[in-house]
Structures are given as C-alpha cells and as structure tokens.
C-alpha cells in the first residue's frame, strides 16, 4: 500500500526568507503524481504544485518548487521569499489511477508559520 | 474560488444518527471524490464517483455511501453515526484518468460533530 510521510509537524520561517518542506512516499507503481496543498484557516484545499512522476525537471511555479527525487522516493518544497499569506497547512499528496479513478493519498501535514 | 460548493458548512449530530453532506462539482467536472479529515491529520479518501457509479474506494465501512446525479452533483451518506466520525468532510470534483488536465477542485468542506 502506498504511504505518504511528512515528518515536519511544524515548521517556522522568516518572512522574505526560504524554507523546505519535507515530504517521502512509498510505492510500487511506476506512473503516479505528486502534490502540495495548501489548506489555510478558511479549511478549502488549494493546489500549490504537482509532479508528474515521469517527469524528470522539477515543478516551479513561481515562489514555489520541488525537488523530486523519484529513485529515493522524496518530494520537497521549497518556498522562496516567505510572505504572511503563506502561512498555513501544508499537506504533500500521491495520487495513482485505480480500477478506472484516482486514488489521492495524504500525509499528515506540515504547519507553516510565517514570522513578520 | 473553486466553484465547488459544499452543505452545510457545519452540522451537529447525535450518535446512531444518519447524515447526508451535499457537493456541487466545478461545471464540466464528472468525477467527484470524498475525503475525511479528521482534526489534526490529513483527509483520508472515502471514495469516488464516475458517470453515478463508484469507482474507487478507501477503508471506511459499508455504513459510508454515497450517490452521484446525472448533473454531477454527489452526496455522502453516513449512517449509524458514530463519535468517531466527527471530522471535516471534503468534496472534490476533477474530469477523470486520461483528461488533459485532471487537477481536482476542493470545497470548503461540512464540518460534522457527533455528540
């Protein structure tokens, strides 16, 4: 079975500053996707990169990117020049097709908080 | 915005109660998946619905059910409620394995407390 673990519970970063989230998963499977979400206070997940596994080059998208490490199963985030508004839940996802649909697995989460 | 749209925002139950949560999905989007996340943790998938059928489901037991419409709308249904189901309960709509793009569009959730 496939697993997702963040071992960061909490992380802290000055504001403009850069931090890496930590994020490994376990697989058999070959073709699958990653992602980050953000899940602020306001409880509706957003979508902050994806990966598609196949994919050698690391996602960006603007302040932030990954790096994907498929051979070691890793898939960080980094957030370069921390703003306030980035200050949340954090959660890395897996998702494979299964029988026809998607299969999105969770870790359990990293807060972020932003220190003006 | 994602133009999923969730209810009702928060509802309290009593235990061996039964629950209905509704989700709109984002226009176009046929496939609608259901997560529980409890307090503190990450969502866990419940299951999936494509064209009114289930095609995927997590580990939760058969008392979890659910419907999808013919507009793509879907509701969970929980039955025999227990204290443990007390969570947030998310919804997310995407097209389906094999679409161009197949970013799922979270709601806001229904958080439910059994009590």
């Known amino acids: 079975a496939q697993t997702v673990t963040q071992s960061q519970p909490e992380m802290s970063v000055q504001e403009a500053e850069t931090v890496t989230l930590s994020c490994t998963y376990d697989t058999s499977e070959s073709d699958y996707y990653l992602f980050w979400y953000k899940q602020p206070p306001s409880r509706q997940m957003i979508l902050v990169i994806r990966?598609?596994?196949?994919?050698?080059q690391n996602a960006t998208e603007n302040r932030f990117s990954v790096n994907f490490q498929k051979a070691a199963k890793s898939f960080s985030l980094k957030i370069s020049d921390s703003q306030l508004g980035d200050a949340a839940m954090y959660f890395c996802a897996y998702r494979s097709e299964d029988h026809g649909g998607f299969k999105t697995i969770f870790g359990a989460g990293t807060r972020l908080f932003v220190k003006a | 915005e994602t133009g999923v749209t969730q209810s009702p925002t928060h509802l309290i139950k009593t235990r061996g109660q039964q629950v209905t949560l509704r989700c709109s999905s984002q226009?176009?989007?046929?496939?609608v998946s259901w997560y529980q996340q409890a307090l503190g943790q990450g969502p866990q998938f419940i299951f999936q619905?494509?064209?009114?059928?289930?095609?995927g489901r997590g580990n939760f037991p058969p008392r979890f059910s659910g419907l999808q419409f013919p507009n793509y709308s879907s509701e969970l249904n929980v039955n025999a409620l227990e204290l443990d189901d007390s969570a947030l309960y998310l919804c997310?709509?995407?097209?389906?394995?094999?679409?161009?793009?197949?970013?799922?569009?979270f709601g806001q959730g229904t958080r439910l407390t059994v009590v």
């Open positions: 997310a709509s995407s097209l389906p394995p094999g679409a161009l793009n197949t970013e799922a569009f």
């Open positions: 619905y494509y064209r009114e059928e289930e095609n």
């Open positions: 990966q598609e596994a196949y994919k050698q």
């Open positions: 226009s176009g989007h046929n496939t």
